[in-house]
């Protein structure tokens, strides 16, 4: 039982590129969210997803687009990498009926040059 | 605007004393509050969770405490360890909305040998 992973666990871009963060989990939860980390703005939400086919967005979605066609996996896409997406972000999920309680996964330090 | 306020982005505690952190909010209609700890290099934990209609929850040396008229929660950790080292998030949640969970920016506990 892993839990919730993702890949790669460091990543460099520059300016422009495009990329997909992976996430999986093997817990069978219909929930699953990404945020990133910035110092001194805590943890944003960036996009969820409540089951397969159903995404939405979060606090802070621009530049960003996700997809779920299946229950374990969510990744997160950037479609045109910014120095301003320079962050550590973090996958979780979570099951339905106590959807607060999310597991993390052990994040993406992702800068953009 | 923040939802979710930690006026405190850090606090240092001596071994075996009582370590209070504290966050305020704003939307009225978070009906679930939450308590999640970081350490470095790794992603968030789930540490306790409080629903809007109960004043006090209790897990081993972990109190939360919600006084809903001031929209104000703390954590209390009796007593604190090294291990209790960390960052500290508050979030909170409209379970029976959209089920996003908002976090807070923080706060980094040191405990002191």
């Known amino acids: 039982n892993a839990g919730v992973t993702q890949t790669p666990k460091f990543q460099v871009l520059k300016t422009g590129q495009s990329m997909t963060l992976q996430c999986a989990q093997d817990?069978?939860?219909?929930?699953m969210s990404w945020y990133r980390q910035d110092p001194g703005m805590g943890l944003r939400l960036i996009h969820y997803s409540v089951g397969a086919g159903i995404t939405d967005q979060g606090e802070v979605p621009n530049g960003y687009n996700v997809s779920r066609s299946t229950t374990e996996d969510f990744p997160l896409r950037l479609l045109s990498a910014a120095p301003s997406q320079t962050s550590v972000y973090f996958c979780?999920?979570?099951?339905?009926?106590?959807?607060?309680?999310?597991?993390f996964g052990p994040g993406t330090r992702l800068t953009v040059t | 605007d923040q939802q979710v306020k930690q006026n405190s982005p850090s606090l240092s505690v001596q071994e075996g004393r009582i370590s209070i952190l504290n966050c305020d909010y704003t939307?009225?209609?978070?009906?679930?509050f939450l308590w999640y700890k970081k350490y470095p290099a790794e992603g968030p934990t789930f540490l306790i969770s409080i629903s809007s209609i109960k004043d006090k929850n209790e897990d081993g040396r972990f109190t939360v405490f919600l006084n809903k008229s001031a929209k104000h929660l703390s954590l209390h950790i009796v007593p604190s360890q090294p291990g209790d080292s960390a960052v500290y998030f508050c979030?909170?949640?409209?379970?029976?909305?959209?089920?996003?969970?908002?976090f807070g920016k923080g706060t980094r506990l040191h405990i002191l040998p």
């Open positions: 979780a999920s979570s099951p339905r009926d106590i959807s607060y309680e999310q597991y």
């Open positions: 817990m069978n939860h219909e929930y």
């Open positions: 939307n009225s209609m978070f009906d679930y």
């Open positions: 979030a909170a949640s409209a379970w029976d909305r959209d089920d996003k969970i908002i």
